[in-house]
């Protein structure tokens, strides 16, 4: 079955960087979008970037573009998400996430498979 391991969360001061790695198992990785998505404290899970199957396509939520930047490596089934210039409202849990059907753009919906999640906190 599909499985998803995400890594590299921890607490950072504002204006820091981080990099989390999310290691997929169980199918062809190659061929499915890979996303990330945060849940705030009471608040809801939120769609935080994407990438196309092929890499070619990446996708932002508004709040991150310009200091996030999501990467796949295809040869090690990982996707990264690099975070710059981080911000305490960034702080939550950040799960990586996988398409259900193969060939998919990363856009922010259609994910069906998520990892347990890593915690980020951002201190002002």
């Known amino acids: 079955q599909v499985q998803l391991v995400e890594s590299g969360g921890g607490l950072v001061q504002a204006g820091g960087s981080l990099r989390l790695s999310c290691a997929a198992s169980?199918?062809?990785?190659?061929?499915?979008?890979m996303g990330w998505f945060r849940q705030a404290p009471g608040k809801e899970r939120e769609f935080v970037a994407g990438?196309?199957?092929?890499?070619?396509?990446?996708y932002y939520e508004d709040s991150v573009k310009g200091r996030f930047t999501i990467s796949r490596d295809n040869a090690k089934n990982t996707v990264y998400l690099q975070m710059n210039s981080l911000k305490p409202e960034d702080t939550g849990v950040y799960y990586c996430?996988?398409?259900?059907?193969?060939?998919?753009?990363?856009?922010?919906?259609?994910?069906?498979?998520w990892g347990q999640g890593t915690q980020v906190t951002v201190s002002s």
């Open positions: 990438i196309s199957w092929s890499g070619g396509s990446t």
């Open positions: 996430a996988t398409d259900r059907l193969p060939y998919g753009n990363g856009a922010k919906y259609g994910y069906g498979y």
């Open positions: 169980g199918r062809t990785f190659s061929n499915y979008a």
